[in-house]
C-alpha cells in the first residue's frame, strides 16, 4: 500500500508525538537488522583476513585441511554441504508436496488436520534429537540392511561404491530430508489452502477428475507458494549443522559414491572452533564461515529469481 | 511509559550487583574434560567456605587459553600447555596447576573378541596410519595368540571434533612412531590420514558400539562408565598395561623426575613398567600476581583444598588422582601465588 498516508506529522493530535516516536521506533528496529547484518559481515572478514591473504584463492579450490601444519583449503566441506543439501531437497520435495496435498485436496479434514499437526510435531523436535536417532538407529540399519543391498545391486555405479560404514553422505542426505519435510509441508500446505475454492469448483465443473483438478487448478496456483517453501527448506538443510554432523561421518573429502564419509561447512565449524591450534586455523575457519553466508545468500538470490520468473509465467497464464 | 521502564531497569541492574557483591564469585572457563570434577570440587568447597562462589563454564580447552589470555576469566583450563608463544603473548606470568590426569583407552568392536585385545603401540600407530588394514594382520595376530581376529576391514574412528582427548593420543602416536611423527603430527585437531570422525567422546563410542570391526579411541572415564572393551596396549619399557586409574597415576609418578617447576610436559610414553602410555595431565591456569588481592587469596586456598581433600574425590569419579610425589611439589607451586 505505498499511496496510503497519514498526516500525523503535522496535525496537532495529542497522539501525534507518540506516532512519530513510533515511527521512528520501528524504523530503527528494521535498520537495525541490516546495521547487525553488516557488522557480521565486516566483523567475520575481518577475522578471516590471515586465511584469506594466505591462501587466497587456492582457499576455495584445494582440498587440503591440516590444523597441525597449518594449511587450509575448503573445497571439501564447500561440496558436502552442497551436495548434501541439495541431494536433501530432491528426495525431500516429492514427498512434502504430496503430503501438502493429501491433506489439503484427498483426505478427510478430519485426517488432514491430524496429520497437518503430526507434521508440525516433527518440525518442533531439535535437530540434535535427530542426530541421535540418526546415529544410533539409522546408520547401524544403513550399514547393516541398505547399504549392503546398493552394493550388491548397484555396486557398479560411482555412486555406490566402496565400504558399508553407516555414517556417510547419504545418512546426512536422509536425516536432512527427514527435517526439512515438515518445514516444506507445512508451508505447502498453508499455499495450497490458499488456493481459491472457485478454481477447483470451476475444473471440477469442466469434467476435470481429481488428479486433473490438482494439476491444472491447484498446483500451477500454488507453484510460487511451494517453490519458497522448498527454497526455505534448503536454506535450513545447508546451515544444519548437529544433525548432520552426528551422521554424516566428518571426512573432509570428495567422493561420488553416496556411501563414503564426507564434511559440511557448519560441521567443521562447530567440529574445530571451540578448540582451534592457531590464529590461522580459526581464522580459516571463520573464513569458511563467510563462504557459507555467501552460498546462503547466492542460494536466496537464485530463489528470489525462480520465485519471480514463475510468478511471471503465472500471471500471463490467468490473465 | 519510557521513564518508567528505565527506572525498573536501572533499579533491576542495581539489585543484581548488591546481590553479587554479598559473596565473592570467581570466574573460569575451559577445557570439559575434567568439568564433571571441576563442578563437583565447586559444590563441596561451597559448603566449606560460604564466602566465595566458583563459576566455570567447559567452553574447551582452547576457549579456556583464550579467555585467560584476555583476563575475562579469573582462571583457565586447560588439556593442553600452553607454547611459550602463548604463554609470551599473556599479560602477566601464568601458572600451569595440574589437578588430575586423564587417560585415553583404545576400543574396538570385534564380534567374538570381548576385552583385553593386545595391541603393539607401533601397531596402534599402523592402524590409524592405515598401513595395517585387515584383523587378522600378522602384527596383530602375532600378539595375541588363540583370539580368533577375523579376515575383516579395520574401520577406524576418530574424533571429529577438536578435543585435548586427541592431543593425548596423537602425541602418543608421535611418539611410538615416526612416520606418524612427520606425516600427521600431535595437536587437537589433526589431519587423518584414514577413518571416520564422530563428534565427541559418545560420538566415537556411538559409532564403534554400533559398527562391527571399529576401532577407536575415548576417554578412560567414558570407556569405564560405558563399558566399552579397551585393548591392553605395550608401554615404553616393553610391559603390556591395561589402562586403568592407578598406571595412569603411575605415568606422572615416573615423570616426577623430569618434571619441570612450570608442569608443561607431555606425561606419555613414559618408561616406567607400570606407566600406562596415554596419558596427559590437565592443568587450571592462574596468574601468579592476583590483581584482585582478595580473589587471589581465595583461589589459593581453594587449590590447597583440592589438592588434599579435592584428589580423594578424584578416583571415584574416574579420574587419576596426583601421585604423592607431584601434590608435594604443586604445594610449593601454589605458594607463589599472591
Known amino acids: ?319 | 511509559m519510557l521513564r518508567k521502564i528505565s527506572a525498573l531497569l536501572a533499579a533491576a541492574v542495581f539489585m543484581t550487583a548488591g546481590v553479587a557483591s554479598a559473596e565473592i564469585l570467581i570466574n573460569g572457563a575451559g577445557a570439559t574434560f575434567p568439568y564433571p570434577l571441576y563442578s563437583k570440587w565447586f559444590s563441596e568447597y561451597a559448603k566449606i567456605d560460604t564466602s566465595v562462589k566458583f563459576n566455570y563454564q567447559s567452553i574447551g580447552s582452547g576457549g579456556g587459553i583464550k579467555q585467560i589470555t584476555a583476563q575475562t576469566v579469573d582462571f583457565g583450563a586447560s588439556d593442553k600447555f600452553l607454547s611459550d608463544e602463548e604463554l609470551k603473548a599473556a599479560p602477566g606470568k601464568l601458572l600451569h596447576i595440574p589437578t588430575v590426569m586423564g587417560a585415553v583407552v583404545v576400543t574396538y568392536n570385534i564380534p567374538g573378541v570381548a576385552k583385553g585385545l593386545k595391541l603393539n603401540s607401533e601397531d596402534v600407530a599402523n592402524i590409524f596410519l592405515g598401513k595395517i588394514t585387515k584383523w587378522n594382520d600378522k602384527r596383530i595376530v602375532d600378539d595375541n595368540p588363540g583370539v580368533n581376529l577375523p579376515d575383516k576391514a579395520i574401520i577406524v574412528v576418530h574424533r571429529s571434533d577438536g578435543s585435548g582427548t586427541t592431543s593425548i593420543f596423537t602425541d602418543y602416536l608421535s611418539g611410538v612412531n615416526s612416520d606418524w611423527a612427520k606425516k600427521v603430527g600431535k595437536g587437537a585437531s589433526v589431519k587423518w590420514p584414514v577413518g571416520l570422525g564422530g563428534k565427541g567422546n559418545e560420538g566415537v563410542a556411538g559409532q564403534i558400539k554400533t559398527t562391527q570391526y571399529t576401532i577407536g579411541y575415548v576417554e578412560l572415564a567414558y570407556a569405564f562408565e560405558n563399558k566399552l572393551p579397551y585393548a591392553t596396549l605395550k608401554n615404553k619399557a616393553g610391559s603390556w598395561v591395561e589402562p586403568s586409574i592407578q598406571t595412569t597415576s603411575a605415568a606422572a609418578a615416573a615423570a616426577i623426575k623430569n618434571m619441570p617447576a612450570d608442569y608443561r610436559i607431555s606425561l606419555v610414553n613414559q618408561p616406567a613398567k607400570d606407566a600406562y602410555p596415554v596419558v596427559g595431565f590437565t592443568w587450571l591456569l592462574v596468574y601468579q600476581d592476583q590483581k584482585d588481592k582478595v580473589k587471589g587469596k581465595k583461589m589459593v586456598e581453594f587449590l590447597t583444598w583440592s589438592l588434599h581433600k579435592g584428589q580423594k574425590m578424584a578416583a571415584p569419579m574416574l579420574y587419576a588422582p596426583l601421585p604423592e610425589s607431584v601434590v608435594k611439589m604443586v604445594e610449593k607451586t601454589i605458594k607463589t601465588i599472591n
Open chain 1, 1 to 319: 500500500m505505498p499511496h496510503v498516508t497519514f498526516k500525523t506529522d503535522t496535525e496537532p493530535f495529542p497522539g501525534a508525538a507518540g506516532d512519530r516516536r513510533f515511527k521512528r521506533l520501528t524504523g530503527f528496529f528494521a535498520l537495525s537488522i541490516l546495521i547487525i547484518l553488516g557488522i557480521m559481515i565486516f566483523q567475520m572478514t575481518r577475522e578471516s583476513l590471515p586465511s584469506i591473504t594466505k591462501f587466497g584463492f587456492h582457499f576455495l579450490t584445494g582440498s587440503n585441511w591440516d590444523a597441525v601444519q597449518e594449511d587450509f583449503a575448503s573445497l571439501p566441506y564447500l561440496y558436502g554441504s552442497v551436495v548434501s543439501a541439495v541431494l536433501a531437497i530432491l528426495l525431500a520435495t516429492p514427498l512434502s508436496v504430496a503430503t501438502a496435498l493429501f491433506i489439503t485436496e484427498i483426505a478427510h479434514h478430519k485426517v488432514g488436520s491430524m496429520v497437518a499437526s503430526l507434521v508440525e510435531l516433527l518440525a518442533a523436535i531439535p535437530s540434535v534429537i535427530y542426530g541421535l536417532w540418526g546415529v544410533l538407529v539409522m546408520a547401524p540399519w544403513l550399514q547393516r540392511t541398505v547399504q549392503p543391498w546398493l552394493i550388491d545391486h548397484f555396486g557398479f555405479l560411482p555412486f555406490f561404491s566402496g565400504a558399508p560404514y553407516g555414517v556417510s553422505m547419504m545418512a546426512g542426505v536422509l536425516i536432512l530430508a527427514v527435517m526439512i519435510i515438515p518445514i516444506i509441508t507445512a508451508i505447502s500446505r498453508e499455499v495450497l489452502l490458499a488456493v481459491p475454492q472457485s478454481q477447483r469448483e470451476a475444473a471440477i465443473a469442466l469434467g476435470a477428475t481429481r488428479w486433473e483438478m490438482i494439476r491444472i487448478a491447484v498446483l500451477p496456483y500454488g507453484r510460487s507458494g511451494i517453490l519458497g517453501a522448498v527454497i526455505l527448506g534448503l536454506g535450513r538443510a545447508i546451515g544444519e549443522t548437529m544433525a548432520v554432523t552426528m551422521v554424516i561421518g566428518n571426512a573432509p573429502q570428495i567422493s561420488l559414491s553416496l556411501l563414503s564419509p564426507a564434511y559440511t561447512m557448519p560441521s567443521v565449524i562447530a567440529n574445530e572452533f571451540a578448540e582451534t591450534t592457531s590464529k590461522l586455523h580459526s581464522s580459516a575457519l571463520m573464513e569458511i564461515g563467510l563462504i557459507l553466508l555467501v552460498v546462503t545468500l547466492i542460494v536466496n538470490v537464485i530463489a528470489r529469481f525462480l520465485v519471480w520468473s514463475v510468478t511471471k509465467g503465472q500471471t500471463k497464464e490467468v490473465v
